[in-house]
């Protein structure tokens, strides 16, 4: 999908759309969510109704968010800088616990279990649902244990052998393993920007999660770099559910099944990515794709 | 770039340039000065006090006789150990000058030979008493003043009112040299003695190893507690909770209180109401660690502070507990500014002296400590003692614990730095 997909979003036929005028206006004209945010029961990885989120100050960064993701499915959450992207996929895993002052309200499910509940630990949670972060951030450690890390600490491994399978098998999915077997106990941050995000992800994957959140994973590197990351995201997705923010609508389009498109934090639109790009239901999300502001 | 406003840059650079080179003076200038203070104190301590590291014996010939000692040929240790070797030393001395009648004079005579000298004989018999009513050639430690003569800081010219080695003495003196009974050893009891009233007795050892468990008790207690006090505060505490930043500003307050005050609260704390053995290292590290606390909680507050959240955030991430991630990756990456903020509190407490006055570690220590309960002085304090002494002989000794103690602070700093370039990683 290229520059002809988004010439033809252009062009194509609008429903939901609320007078023209500035960005302020607009976000008052979210009531709820347009396209299909919903699935069926059984196709729900996680499910989200009625999440809200605060920092410090009750300053609220996400609105009522309902929306849910698919097993086995790639999304996009797209949307212009601090809509709360980030905000929202941090409370997926709950890493939005770790800061200070920072306050989430909702209902949110993992296979039907309430990820708030009682008896849900959040390092359990954090083990199911993994992480990769915009910036990539190996740890001061050898590529080995970088990716040997996860596996030690939930104990998956019941010895050397089997650890060394888990490295080799998790790096071989990242794409990283070709370039890195013959220097495994060399420090993962003298790799490249790229190696050093696949080496992030293998990390993440080593631990097999039933979800991997990325935060932005290539909006640091270089088109080469981004395009392995991308054929490994397509191939992850046979395992996994995948949930990617992204700057870039191209990215978007070209990787994703459903596109999640977020406004001043609320959400105004999820729909098949095919529909999101060609035939925007609201206003707001064909301004974007087209360009016209974010 | 249009041409005024290259015109304006170029025209600003020479200034610029001037004054990059003004700074670069003011920085080689004060680099300059402190070495050259530092080379001067050096200099001073160095040339002060290397001497004291040799003193001076006379050698002479002693006969082991039992009449004189006052001993019968099966003499119980403990009789042998009370023997008359005084007299035995005293003959041995007027051997060397038998023309010397003067009762005045034979006084001066004993007195060439340090007190010492009995009890190396003492020691002798003690090891072997098969040496009773043998005839020995003996070298024993030369008395203070002597040894200040050998070394040459005796000017024969002087008036001798001003001299402390008389007239008559310059000749025993010279005729000592001549027959070769008189030379330099190197001075190992400095280094296997406690202090003492005699200089040439007076050793470094019981300061430092008053110092050596002090300091280690010290580090023992203040590393773990400051550590984890400052883990805790930046890792786990609540942040913006009114007690924690009442801990937190008490804590860069305690950081600048005067040394004394420590050593007062030891006192009042540890000896009067938990009853703990004055003098002590065990109370003396208590105090020192109280003293230290807060420059390695500081410290170690900036080093984890300086971690970046990613790291945290990617060992959450992947499934790590809170403690696990701070324990397996921010705690080591803190590590080499964690070890910088204790080399500075332990090189601070090292040198420390008025808090452990307090506690009694100002002692005259002639035994030297086997334990951490056992009365102690420290380093600093040896030094303050000796460089209080009038005899000429303590200066010499003075600079000589300044040396050991500086060698004690560079072995320390050293062990940090070897540990600290081992937490090193590349990011
Ligand atoms: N730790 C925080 N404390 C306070 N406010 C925060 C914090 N993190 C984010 N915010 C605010 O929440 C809002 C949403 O931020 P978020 O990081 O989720 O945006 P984003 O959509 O990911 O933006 P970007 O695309 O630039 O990454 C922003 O207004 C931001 O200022
Ligand atoms: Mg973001």
Redo the contacts between chains.
Sequence with gaps: MTEATLNMAAAAPQTHKPAAGGREEFAHDITGTVGKPFLDGKDTKFFSRGVNVFYTGNKQAIFDVNVDIGRNEVIAMIGPSGCGKSTFLRCL?R?ND?I??CRVTGDIRLDGEDIHGKEQDP??L??RV????Q?P?????SIYDNVA??PR??GLAANRAELDEIVESSLTKAGLFKEVKDRLQT?G??LSGGQQQRL?IA??I??SPEVILMDEPTSALDPIATATIEELIDELRQSFTICIVTHSMQQAARISQRTAYFHMGKLVEVNNTKTVFTNPQHQLTENYITGRFG | MSTTITEKVRASLGKRYAREKRFRAYGFISIALSLMFLVLLMFNIFSKGLPAFSSTYIKLDVTLDAQTLGVTADATPEQLRTASYNSVVQKGVQALFPAVEERKQKKALKSLVSGDAQYELQRMVLADPKLIGTNQTVWVLADDDIDMFHKGYVDRTAPEADRRIKDFQLVWLDKLEAEGRIDSQFNTTFFTRGDSREPEQAGILSALMGSVYTMSLTLLFAFPLGVMAAIYLEEFAPKNNFWVDFIEVNINNLASVPSIIFGLLGLAVFIQIFGMPRSSPLVGSFVLTLMILPTIIIASRAALKSVPPSIREGALGIGASKTQSVFHHVVPLAMPGILTGTIIGMAHAVGESAPLLMVGMVAFIVDVPHGITDPATILPVQIYLWADSPERAFTERTSAAIIILLAFMILMNLLAIVLRKQFERRW
């Excluded at chain 1, 993994?130 to 972060?133: H, I, K, L, T």
């Excluded at chain 1, 951030?137 to 450690?141: A, D, G, Q, T």
Aim: proline share 10%.
């Design positions: 895993n890493m770790t200070a002052g390092v359990l954090r083990a993994g992480m990769v972060f910036k951030n190996p740890f001061p450690k890390y996860g600490l939930h420090p941050t003298g992030c990390r993440t080593a631990v």
